[in-house]
Structures are given as C-alpha cells and as structure tokens.
C-alpha cells in the first residue's frame, strides 16, 4: 500500500517570501502522479500542481514549482513571492498510474502567510 | 475544469438518523469518488461510485453504512445511515473529467455534517 507522508504540520511565512512545504511517499509502483491540493479556510480542494513520475522535469505553475526526487521519494512544493491569498491547509497527493484511480493524502501542512 | 455543487453544504443531524448528500456536475465525468474529511484531518477515499452498479467500497468503509447511488453520468448520491457523532465530518465528492489529463481530480465544495 502507498503512504505519503508530510513532516510539517504548521508553517508560517511573511509575504513576499519563499516557502517549501516538504512530502514524502513510499510505493513499490514505478509509475504514477503526485498532486499538491489547497485547502483554504472555505474548504474547496484546488489542485495546485500535479506531476507524472516518467517526466524527470520538475513540474511549475506560475508561482509554484516541485522539487520531484523519485529515487528519494521526495516531491516538495516551493511557494515562491507568497501571498495572503496562498494561506490554506496543503495536502500532498499520490495515485497510481493505472488500476485503483484513487489518491492517498498526506496529513497535510497549515501554512499561514502573514501580512 | 468543471463546476461540482453539493447539497447540502451543512448539516446539523441528531443521532441515528440518516442523511442524504448529492454531487452535480455540469461535464460529462468518467468516475466520482466520495471522501471523509475528519476533524482536523486528511481525506479518506470512502468508495467509487460506478455508474449503472455497486459502488467500490475501501476498507473500513461498508455499503449498509454508506449507501452510495450513481444513475447517470453526472450525479451521484452518498447516504449517512444511522448517524453517530462519529460521523461528524466533511464529506467530499471529487470527479476524473471525460477527457481529463493526467487523471486529475476536481473536488466539489463539501458537506460538513455535525451529528449531535
């Protein structure tokens, strides 16, 4: 079975910074994808970024960009010139490339950007 | 993307009763899932609702419990069956877009039940 795993239960930043919420998972699978939701105060889930395990670049989205270590089963979410608006839980996401189609969540990070 | 509403968006309910949520989108999806938020915690996949058949139901999770209907492409219904406050927690439904990359999934705006 796949774990994923986020060590930071809290973090908090001043706008404008940079933040880098960590994530690691373990499974025997050779391919999948690997997800970082946002979970603002609302309670919508967003996909933030998304990333398939065959590409070796590191995914980016405008602001956000993973740092995906697949020998180290390592995918952590680098937040860069953060905003106010970037406060929320963030949960990191695995899902095998074929079969079962469901995700297994990490326990989440609350990530508090301050003014 | 696509828009996925929920009803109801909350809901109080007393003990051993049951409670009904619905999950409506507005594109043609290929599978939808319902998920268990607890209290301050991740989400848990409860099952995968199949059209036309029984849901896929994950372990610790039973159908007399959560009943879950899916009649058509694009509606789906999670049941709450004699309530418990055990149950209190957010119920998510999340769908995999006809035509979708990467097997994303998009999450509707979730039910936060409270049972007394």
């Known amino acids: 079975a796949q774990t994923v795993t986020q060590s930071q239960p809290e973090m908090s930043v001043q706008e404008a910074e940079t933040v880098t919420l960590s994530c690691t998972y373990d499974t025997s699978e050779n391919n999948y994808y690997l997800f970082w939701y946002k979970q603002p105060p609302s309670r919508q889930m967003i996909l933030v970024i998304r990333q398939e395990a065959y590409k070796q670049q590191n995914a980016t989205e405008n602001r956000f960009s993973v740092n995906f270590q697949k020998a180290a089963k390592s995918f952590s979410l680098k937040i860069s010139d953060s905003q106010l608006g970037d406060t929320a839980m963030y949960f990191c996401?695995?899902?095998?490339?074929?079969?079962?189609?469901?995700?297994?969540f990490g326990q989440g990070t609350r990530l508090t950007i301050n003014p | 993307s696509a828009v996925i509403s929920q009803k109801p968006s909350r809901d109080i309910c007393q003990r051993g009763t049951s409670l009904t949520i619905q999950c409506q989108v507005d594109?043609?999806?290929?599978?939808m899932f319902w998920y268990r938020q607890q209290p301050g915690q991740s989400l848990t996949l409860i099952a995968t609702a199949n059209q036309g058949s029984e849901a896929t139901y994950e372990s610790g999770f039973v159908i007399d419990k959560f009943p879950i209907s899916r009649p058509n492409l694009t509606f789906s219904t999670l049941t709450v069956s004699n309530m418990s406050p055990e149950d209190s927690s957010i119920y998510l439904c999340?769908?995999?877009?006809?035509?979708?990359?990467?097997?994303?999934?998009?999450f509707g705006p979730g039910t936060r039940l409270t049972v007394l």
């Open positions: 594109s043609q999806v290929t599978m």
């Open positions: 996401a695995f899902m095998k490339y074929r079969g079962a189609q469901k995700l297994v």
């Open positions: 999340s769908v995999r877009l006809a035509g979708g990359r990467y097997n994303e999934q998009f």
